[in-house]
């Protein structure tokens, strides 16, 4: 004869047995949807941010390039060597040049371009000139004054036409639209041909 005792104790054993199966059945559950997302997340960030084919890198060719930034006077334009990745399409190529000038000067001239100014993209049109698509931070944290918009444009244009043959102008953009001018000194509207006049040469280059 069971007692009541013993009765009680297998409904508690029975309840905790159910317990447990549930909190088994729950962690198995959290656990599916847990690799859901992850999943999910993986997938996402390889859409945004494709794997990067390093090998192809290696093996792509490089090409010396001219870049020009201002002298210490910010008065002219010197020239800098630089290597950078070759590309068959011009609006790449420049955007390649434009790339390298973004990323400043290594000698310790000055930059011609605000920390924090990203290109967009570039585009030619069929008579050679180069549209370049520049981020808004170019007007909010361009310094302003005449000679450094000066010195923004024409390293912008100087280092692009000669190192882009087939490109022989330069029209800036912001957000992909035309605006009046970086900081009010000189109108960006029309279209900047390579300036020779305000360039000097780089003391340490010709005395090698």
Do not use: C
């Not at 010396?64 to 399409?89: M, Y």
């Amino acid at each position: 004869m069971v007692t009541k005792k013993l009765r009680r104790f297998e409904d508690i054993k029975e309840k905790k047995n159910k317990k447990s199966t549930r909190m088994i059945y729950f962690s198995i559950v959290m656990a599916g949807i847990l690799a859901l997302i992850i999943i999910f997340f993986v997938f996402l960030f390889n859409a945004i941010f494709p794997p990067v084919d390093m090998e192809a890198m290696k093996r792509k060719e490089r090409k010396l390039a001219i870049i020009w930034f201002s002298d210490p006077q910010e008065h002219f334009l010197v020239a800098e060597k630089r290597i950078v990745f070759k590309e068959n399409d011009s609006a790449q190529q420049a955007k390649e040049i434009v790339k390298a000038l973004l990323d400043g000067s290594k000698t310790g001239k000055v930059n011609t371009f605000p920390s924090g100014v990203t290109v967009w993209d570039v585009k030619v049109d069929d008579k050679g000139t180069a549209y370049v698509n520049f981020s808004q931070n170019l007007l909010k944290l361009h310094p302003g004054g005449s000679t450094a918009e000066m010195a923004t444009i024409y390293s912008l244009t100087n280092s692009i036409t000669e190192s882009v043959s087939s490109i022989r102008k330069v029209k800036i953009l912001v957000e992909g639209r035309e605006i009046p001018s970086i900081k009010g000194h000189i109108s960006t509207k029309k279209e900047f041909s390579r300036n020779p006049d305000i360039t000097v040469p780089d003391k340490e280059e010709g005395s090698n």
